[in-house]
């Protein structure tokens, strides 16, 4: 029996993708195999961690899902109002459309001025520079569920959700990651600022909605200040963070697919309606480069109806929206 690390993804002798018949797929045996060999997956588990245990991202994760929690206590509708509506401009505008179909498979075309604006947008999420997200999402696709897959649930489904954060990386290794992976944000001045001066924008972001509710909302003083801070970024990073890493994990795990691919991707429904439309994983996987993500009519996308906002008004062009044919 082989070992989750050497788990190979089925394979398929056709050289594109081919639309096949809507099917579920049963993931249940080859998760039910890696849970019986937990005993090798502790192992390079610890393999895993050659440089001891990133803390400062594994205590600010951790710290926004105390925030989280501490939201209940601190609820105000317009703390909620601000949630919402930031998830949209971080998770929708920054994520799923800045960071995910625009500067990692260039999905689309637009202004410079605009690019950086999603950028922004994604840096507010906080789950890292643009140059760290594209570089690590370029690097997933091109060893899907194989061995260095950044975060596989082959290597576990925690792994895949969360741990694959855990790991510190020297300085050198994030360089030649992002040079290996993303040589062309490299060559963007501005990216690189963006990706140097990342650790100010979670700061920023705090000191901003503290003050927002402290002066301005309801009657202000602590108690909105922080109903501010805990909803607009604790519970609305939570739920971004969340979001995306359903995608590496779930989307690998649990759905259908309309393509045969060489890795386990899948389309799940309800991980698009979390994500914007980023659910449709095999749909992805199999073509890349589309900036549509839903292949079949009640497969809603809200990231592409952005996009076709955005084409429609002329702020996007060369937009790759053209569906493959069906078979």
């Not at 490299?186 to 002066?215: E, N, W």
Request: include cysteine; glycine fraction near 8%.
């Amino acid at each position: 029996m082989e070992s989750p690390d050497t788990l190979s993804p089925p394979t398929s002798n056709s050289q594109s993708p081919e639309f096949t018949e809507l099917k579920e797929v049963d993931s249940g045996s080859w998760i039910a195999q890696h849970l019986e060999r937990s005993g090798s997956v502790s192992v390079k588990f610890r393999d895993r961690f050659p440089y001891g245990v990133n803390w400062p991202t594994t205590l600010f994760i951790g710290l926004m899902h105390v925030g989280a929690i501490a939201a209940i206590f601190f609820f105000s509708w317009q703390g909620l109002a601000v949630c919402l509506a930031m998830h949209f401009v971080t998770a929708c505008l920054g994520i799923t459309l800045g960071y995910h179909r625009l500067l990692t498979h260039g999905s689309f075309s637009c202004s410079k001025p605009m690019k950086y604006f999603f950028s922004l947008c994604g840096m507010m999420a906080v789950e890292g520079s643009p140059l760290y997200w594209v570089s690590t999402h370029r690097k997933h696709h091109a060893h899907s569920d194989k061995e260095d897959d950044p975060h596989s649930p082959t290597h576990g489904f925690w792994w895949a959700h969360i741990l694959w954060l855990q790991p510190r990386q020297p300085n050198d290794v994030f360089m030649a990651q992002m040079k290996r992976w993303a040589p062309d944000l490299m060559k963007d001045p501005v990216q690189r600022f963006f990706h140097s001066y990342f650790g100010f924008v979670p700061l920023f972001q705090a000191i901003g909605l503290f003050a927002l509710g402290y002066y301005l909302v309801g009657t202000g003083g602590v108690y909105y200040g922080l109903s501010m801070l805990l909803w607009g970024m604790c519970v609305r990073v939570v739920a971004c963070y969340h979001s995306t890493w359903f995608v590496n994990s779930a989307t690998h795990v649990w759905g259908y697919r309309n393509y045969t691919t060489t890795d386990y991707s899948r389309n799940n429904w309800w991980v698009a309606l979390l994500s914007y439309g980023e659910g449709w994983h095999n749909n992805h996987h199999a073509h890349q480069r589309l900036a549509r993500h839903g292949h079949r009519w009640w497969e809603l996308d809200v990231t592409y109806a952005v996009i076709w906002t955005l084409k429609k008004t002329g702020l996007a062009w060369q937009v790759q929206d053209t569906l493959p044919k069906r078979g």
